[in-house]
């Protein structure tokens, strides 16, 4: 996204927000200076800032006419997707590996954006029903949206990311993604009602579902089939985290990895698309039992794959074993490897959702170099160019149990 300054100033909500790409503030008079970069540090958070670059007018013709237009008016300038189009951001090369806009792409002909949902779902691992206490890297705070007050309603919810994405990007396609919680913790009335709310938004193509293994009854899947049938783009995310029941206990899951297996077998062959979840750098977790997690989910028919960063946050479990000195972080330099060997081991099939993870700047404690996301997804790029490798350079069909 190429934003001009005032546009950023007007728009800056959406820089705090959960970005798939890098946002470049772009103003030759103002950006380039110190002050004026202090002043959008100021309006945004630490992980937001990471995902900021900003660029001279003078480095490219166009930009250097954008500014000639700038200079003589602050209401005459480039429209953003004509910035976007001479730049061919949406042109890049692909990558090494299968990922999520490419996909889409290919499947649309245009890109597709997700609009995240809170619909006020909890947890089973958090109201009592397997435990009070969630999981260890759980903050239990669910999204800036609950802790800002009531929820607005999924169809508010959808629209108002709908119009911050056509304005900004001018997007035309959405996904509905239910993202925060056990998004299939409720009675099946209440679930059907949410999901066909969310189904029925203008330009709605698809829906996500954020859930648990241990937390989906056939009924929903048939559900969620049925969406299937009558033409939407359906996808599921089970959170698996690991492969060994050892880590999952330590973690304090709630379920085993047997239940992952089961939930999957479950709803394989319906068209419903199936994405995992796995965390690196989990609890006494080793390189290769990481690896292993992985080779266990490439012999199983998922369609998607999340990878995330163990995090330690202020008020979880994790948190407090970090400030007590009994959780090591992952270096950068070790996840950045290991990312590369998970990648190498998936199938090419498989659509890369998601190669690191997101946490509030507020109670964020470490690993510090986890805040800039950008630098941690160049940095895997750049390791598989060194490589010389793609995703599924060392996909075979023998897979050892984890």
């Not at 690896?291 to 479990?317: M, N, Q, S, V």
Request: proline share 4%; with cysteine; hydrophobic share 40%.
């Amino acid at each position: 996204m190429v934003l001009y300054y005032h546009e950023f100033l007007k728009n800056k909500e959406i820089i705090n927000h959960e970005l798939e790409q890098p946002v470049i503030i772009y103003n030759p008079f103002y950006t380039a200076s110190p002050a004026g970069r202090a002043r959008v540090q100021a309006l945004t958070t630490p992980v937001a800032l990471g995902k900021i670059c900003f660029l001279s007018g003078l480095s490219r013709l166009i930009l250097v006419l954008g500014a000639v237009l700038y200079y003589y008016s602050e209401q005459i300038y480039l429209p953003e997707k004509d910035i976007i189009n001479v730049l061919s951001t949406r042109n890049n090369p692909r990558k090494r590996y299968r990922d999520l806009k490419s996909y889409f792409f290919d499947l649309f002909g245009c890109r597709v954006y997700k609009i995240q949902i809170d619909a006020g779902f909890t947890c089973p691992n958090r109201d009592g029903s397997i435990s009070l206490g969630g999981c260890i890297y759980c903050d239990g705070r669910y999204s800036r949206l609950r802790q800002a007050g009531p929820l607005p309603s999924v169809g508010e919810q959808i629209a108002a990311g709908r119009e911050l994405y056509r304005r900004i990007r001018g997007a035309k396609k959405f996904i509905a993604y239910f993202q925060t919680a056990s998004n299939t913790y409720g009675s099946f009335d209440h679930l059907k009602d949410l999901y066909d709310e969310a189904l029925c938004q203008e330009d709605v193509v698809g829906m996500a579902v954020g859930t648990r293994p241990d937390c989906v009854s056939g009924d929903v899947i048939d559900l969620l089939q049925n969406y299937v049938n009558e033409g939407k783009h359906i996808w599921i995310e089970y959170g698996l985290q690991s492969a060994h029941d050892l880590t999952l206990r330590a973690i304090n899951r709630g379920h085993d990895a047997a239940s992952f297996i089961e939930t999957v077998e479950r709803t394989e062959g319906r068209g419903i698309k199936i994405c995992a979840h796995i965390i690196l750098g989990l609890p006494a977790e080793s390189r290769d039992d990481m690896i292993k997690t992985a080779r266990f989910l490439a012999e199983l028919p998922i369609d998607g794959i999340k990878i995330h960063l163990l995090l330690a946050l202020d008020g979880t479990e994790a948190g407090r074993l970090y400030k007590e000195g009994s959780l090591p972080m992952m270096t950068k330099e070790d996840y950045v490897s290991t990312v590369a060997d998970i990648l190498e081991v998936l199938p090419p099939r498989v659509v890369i959702q998601r190669l690191t993870a997101d946490g509030y700047s507020d109670i964020f404690l470490a690993p510090e170099w986890g805040r800039n996301k950008l630098q941690v997804l160049n940095a895997i790029d750049a390791e598989m160019e060194r490589r010389n490798t793609v995703q599924g350079a060392a996909f075979n069909n023998h897979i050892p149990d984890p």
